[in-house]
């Protein structure tokens, strides 16, 4: 199966309905299963929706500045995101974030990207191992994972491009372990918007 594009994964993530959490939980596991009972079979993988379902990724220029449209509140300060490849250049750059799920949560969502515990645990760095581990790029071990993720790619993953890797990285990490970190199970829809370049060596 061949390796579908960033604009392939964007023009099919617009979903017509948002799964509860326990119903796409449910539909992970029937997905898990059924690759365990075919093991033979390529499977393009993509991350679990039930992490945050509804999930609108787009990388480009960036936009600030709160923004409700739909529900959906953006986080009116771009975050920070600094690694260093293994090839030790230092790349710096920012995401702006949004959720459904942070509409009535704005206070403390911001108060948490601002706090010591969500700045001081290298984020960047941890986001650029885990896009190495969706890049095909190293081999994923339970420490490279989001605290959202559930899976570690296998034989059958088909690696994403760089660019997909890092922005999935970093919905992981922005969106979806903050929600967990600070008990939102709302789900609903999320997005990002990002000048990093998708840069990983």
Same mark, same amino acid.
Not at 69 to 89: C, H, L, N, Q, S
Not at 151 to 179: C, I, K, Q
């Given at each position: 199966?061949?390796?579908?594009?960033?604009?392939?994964? $964007?023009?099919?993530?617009?979903?017509?309905?948002?799964?509860?959490?326990?119903?796409?939980?449910?539909?992970?596991?029937?997905?898990? *299963? +059924?690759?365990?009972? +075919?093991? *033979?079979?390529?499977? &393009?993988?993509?991350?679990?929706?039930?992490?945050?379902?509804?999930?609108?990724?787009?990388?480009?220029? $960036?936009?600030?500045?709160?923004?409700?449209?739909?529900?959906?509140?953006?986080?009116?300060?771009?975050?920070?995101?600094?690694?260093?490849?293994?090839?030790?250049?230092?790349?710096?750059?920012?995401?702006?974030?949004?959720?459904?799920?942070? +509409?009535?949560?704005?206070?403390?969502?911001?108060?948490?990207?601002?706090?010591? #515990?969500?700045?001081?645990?290298?984020?960047?760095?941890?986001?650029?191992?885990?896009?190495?581990?969706?890049?095909?790029?190293?081999?994923? &071990?339970?420490?490279? $994972?989001?605290?959202?993720?559930?899976?570690?790619?296998?034989?059958?993953?088909?690696?994403?491009?760089?660019?997909?890797? $890092?922005?999935?990285?970093?919905?992981?990490?922005?969106? #979806?372990?903050?929600?967990?970190?600070?008990?939102?199970?709302?789900?609903?829809?999320?997005?990002?918007?990002?000048?990093?370049?998708?840069?990983?060596?």
């Amino acid at each position: 199966m061949k390796q579908r594009s960033l604009d392939e994964v $964007l023009s099919g993530s617009a979903p017509t309905f948002t799964p509860s959490v326990a119903t796409s939980a449910a539909l992970d596991a029937l997905v898990t *299963d +059924t690759r365990t009972a +075919t093991p *033979d079979r390529k499977r &393009t993988h993509r991350r679990a929706a039930w992490v945050v379902p509804g999930v609108a990724l787009a990388l480009g220029a $960036l936009t600030a500045g709160a923004l409700v449209v739909d529900a959906v509140t953006r986080v009116e300060e771009p975050i920070a995101i600094e690694y260093t490849t293994d090839t030790g250049i230092t790349i710096s750059c920012t995401a702006t974030v949004e959720s459904s799920a942070f +509409t009535g949560n704005m206070a403390a969502v911001t108060d948490y990207y601002q706090s010591d #515990g969500f700045t001081g645990t290298g984020v960047g760095q941890r986001i650029y191992e885990y896009a190495l581990v969706l890049a095909g790029d190293k081999v994923g &071990t339970p420490a490279d $994972l989001p605290a959202s993720v559930a899976w570690l790619p296998d034989e059958n993953f088909v690696p994403y491009d760089d660019r997909l890797a $890092l922005g999935d990285a970093m919905l992981s990490f922005l969106v #979806g372990d903050v929600m967990l970190e600070l008990g939102i199970y709302d789900g609903g829809q999320a997005g990002m918007s990002s000048d990093c370049t998708g840069q990983l060596h």
